[in-house]
């Protein structure tokens, strides 16, 4: 596939077609590496959550996880009547 290079500001770039980024579930960020002449842009794939359990293990460890909504005291305020 040829594809033209942009001018952006003083960079040069270019314009992935929505067919390719749909194709590789491309989201915020492209690895670029260059080997041989070429460049190779893959997606960046990370694990959905990756990194939560070491993060909250931190938090707890500082004291930086209190709890942010208050537990209900007034349950009745919560009955709901469906029609």
Known sequence: MEIQVVKIGNSRGI????????????????ELEVHENEI?????????????RESFADMHGKGEDEQLVPELEDEESFDWEWE
């Open 15 to 30: 314009r992935i077609p929505k067919s390719v980024i749909d194709q590789l579930y491309i989201q915020d960020k492209l």
């Open 40 to 52: 190779v842009l893959k997606p960046v794939k990370g694990r959905v959550r990756e990194g939560w």
